[in-house]
């Protein structure tokens, strides 16, 4: 099955009982025993509840991948994927990744014992952090802020040959546009609060992967730490879901066009998009995804706060807001507000400038967020 089928039926049939087309949403916290330890395959929805199951089964497929589970956030799946591992364990990191997981591994997991490299895009620097305690290479492609792509199957293979294990971010390039199982990668990583979900009325995260027990590991530790999506969350998600090939497809014709607008205008001075000619991404780009999404970064010319703060409240349509990945198109400013928990000397090392705007390019009419661009930009 193609995505665009597998987004409408994955992991969903008629209800048996009543043939409902659409999943129940299944508000219930346990289950009735027909004696102790007999049950339905369901005992607390902790655990697991049947609307939780669909969205699970359904985001396995969409990745090409067997076993899935979904979160409460992006950053609960992270946390359970990192307390598989142990003190004195060393993971690398692209260093250019969401400013919530570098928190994640420097406040939490560093203090317990963790050890963390940060490396740039180069499959090399990947490779050429390994250590003897090396456990696992921690990816985001395309990087957050600064829209750079990572070859993940160069970094698959380096990793196979020491037996660390891989885990890809796809939040930025959902399964629609790229499948790191496909390109080696052990395990997948989603905040469905953005593309997935699209609609920006949830928070959610799911990690997909084939290795069975790893897959018990992670999940013993969902149950016991608990940060599980309700039901209805869960059902948003498979709503949102529906509509993912078809939204991902109009983000990125739109990106397309605005991208190549910001490139030629004065007051832009740099614009990172996989899927311009000029981007030193452009061929990987090419092998590695079948779109090159809808996130979009760029540099004000001689930008600052106070010059990025003139532009933004110029803007009618594109809101300055935190996240991204929703049908309608969001700015932000990334050294202070996604990843201004990022200190500053790194920040400004892995490129985070003062004068850098990430773009969540949304499904609007591309020709309206031109306009707005245009308007605001020209008012500087
Ligand atoms: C938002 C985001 C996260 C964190 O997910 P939450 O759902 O906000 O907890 C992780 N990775 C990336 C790339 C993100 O954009």
Known sequence: MKIKTKVIHAGQEPDKTTGSVIPPVYLTSTYRQEAVSMHKG?????????????????????????????????????????????????IVACGDMYGGTYRLFEEVFKPMGFEFSYVGWEASEFTQSIKENTKLFWIESPTNPLIRLIDIRAVADAAAQKRIRVVVDNTFATPVFQQPLQLGADLVIHSTTKYIG?????????????????????????????????????????????????????????ALKIAAFLEEHPKVSEVSYPGLESSPWYELAGRQMSGFGGMVSFKL???????????????????????????????????????????EEKRLAIGITGDLIRLSVGI?????????????????
């Not at 106070?306 to 409240?313: I, M, P, Q, R």
């Not at 049908?327 to 201004?340: D, K, R």
């Not at 609007?364 to 500087?380: C, F, K, Q, T, V």
Request: negative net charge; contains cysteine; charged residues 25%.
């Open 42 to 90: 369901f005992e607390y929805s902790r655990t697991g509840n049947p609307t939780r199951k669909v969205l699970e089964d359904c985001l396995a497929e969409l990745e090409s991948g067997s076993l899935a589970l979904a979160f409460a956030s992006g950053m609960a799946a992270e946390h359970a994927v990192l307390s598989t591992f142990r003190p004195g364990d060393h």
């Open 364 to 380: 609007e009419d591309h020709g309206d967020l031109i306009g707005d661009l245009s308007r605001a930009l020209s008012s500087l």
């Open 198 to 254: 699209g609609h920006s009325d949830l928070i959610g995260g799911a990690l997909i992967l084939n290795d069975r027990e790893w897959y018990e590991r992670i999940k013993f530790i969902q149950n016991a730490v608990g940060a599980v999506p309700g039901a209805f969350d869960s059902w948003l998600m498979l709503r949102g879901i529906k509509t993912l090939a078809v939204r991902m497809k109009q983000h990125e014709e739109n």
């Open 301 to 343: 010319k001689g930008g600052d706060l106070d010059l990025a703060n003139k532009f933004f409240k110029k803007l009618k349509v594109i809101a300055l807001a935190e996240s991204l990945g929703g049908v309608e198109s969001l700015i932000n400013y990334p050294a202070v507000m996604t990843h201004g928990s990022i200190p």
